[in-house]
């Protein structure tokens, strides 16, 4: 209230002033957040989801305390925004973008409807400084690193990965995304046939 009564005291020509500064804020802000808004809409997401999307962004390893903090809300209202039917939604067409993937995106959407909130949310906590690469060189036998080549991440941190194990080998599926398995089954599942059967040969020679 106090910063109420300190604009009725202002000159009118400076309340003027006042009042057309929020309003240029209003339209900058409106204007500033409308493409996003659209491109969000189309995924049944909304400006809330703007907001965690965008410090989640910019900080990769926040913890979901840290982002409640920031956005000043419970973490009943956060998994309202994360809700595992908005993200299979949202996840589908980024993992399965091509008009004859509609089945994927449907089976995707319906999946991830059915995931755990509570277990989601638990899950970016915990995962938040969480890693093995330092015991990476633990693991002698054989193994098989697979990777999409338009992964999240790049194909060069698999190769990192394979560099620290002993004894792996990398396959890198074309034409692929986060969902290997799904979008390209036949090939995942000879690559898999491959190095078992070399494997199994290398075992029987020894």
Same mark, same amino acid.
């Given at each position: 209230?106090?910063?109420?009564?300190?604009?009725?005291?202002?000159?009118?020509?400076?309340?003027?002033?006042?009042?057309?500064?929020?309003?240029?804020?209003?339209?900058?802000?409106?204007?500033?957040?409308?493409? &996003?808004?659209?491109?969000?809409?189309?995924? *049944?997401?909304?400006?809330?989801?703007?907001?965690?999307?965008?410090?989640? *962004?910019?900080?990769?390893?926040?913890?979901?305390?840290?982002?409640? *903090?920031?956005?000043?809300?419970?973490?009943?209202?956060?998994?309202?925004?994360?809700?595992?039917?908005?993200?299979?939604?949202?996840?589908?067409?980024?993992?399965?973008?091509? &008009?004859?993937?509609?089945?994927?995106?449907?089976?995707?959407?319906?999946?991830?409807?059915?995931?755990?909130?509570?277990?989601?949310?638990?899950?970016?906590?915990?995962?938040?400084?969480?890693?093995?690469?330092?015991?990476?060189?633990?693991?002698?036998?054989?193994?098989?690193?697979?990777?999409?080549?338009?992964?999240?991440?790049?194909?060069?941190?698999?190769?990192?990965?394979?560099?620290?194990?002993?004894?792996?080998?990398?396959?890198?599926?074309?034409?692929?995304?986060?969902?290997? &398995?799904?979008?390209? &089954?036949?090939?995942?599942?000879?690559?898999?046939?491959?190095?078992?059967?070399?494997?199994?040969?290398?075992?029987?020679?020894?």
């Amino acid at each position: 209230m106090s910063d109420v009564k300190a604009v009725d005291t202002l000159p009118s020509s400076h309340e003027d002033e006042l009042r057309q500064g929020i309003e240029l804020l209003f339209y900058a802000y409106r204007d500033f957040t409308a493409e &996003p808004d659209a491109m969000l809409a189309r995924y *049944g997401f909304g400006r809330a989801h703007h907001r965690v999307i965008y410090f989640v *962004g910019r900080h990769p390893h926040m913890s979901v305390s840290e982002l409640l *903090g920031i956005l000043r809300i419970t973490k009943q209202s956060l998994a309202r925004v994360l809700s595992p039917s908005a993200i299979g939604k949202a996840l589908g067409p980024r993992l399965f973008p091509k &008009p004859e993937q509609g089945e994927l995106r449907q089976k995707m959407a319906e999946r991830w409807a059915k995931n755990d909130k509570r277990a989601y949310l638990a899950s970016f906590d915990a995962i938040v400084g969480w890693g093995v690469r330092e015991r990476l060189s633990r693991i002698t036998c054989p193994t098989l690193v697979v990777s999409a080549d338009r992964d999240y991440t790049p194909v060069a941190l698999k190769e990192a990965y394979v560099k620290l194990l002993p004894d792996a080998r990398l396959v890198v599926i074309e034409d692929s995304r986060h969902a290997t &398995p799904l979008d390209q &089954p036949q090939r995942f599942n000879q690559t898999l046939l491959d190095f078992m059967t070399t494997v199994d040969t290398t075992t029987q020679d020894h």
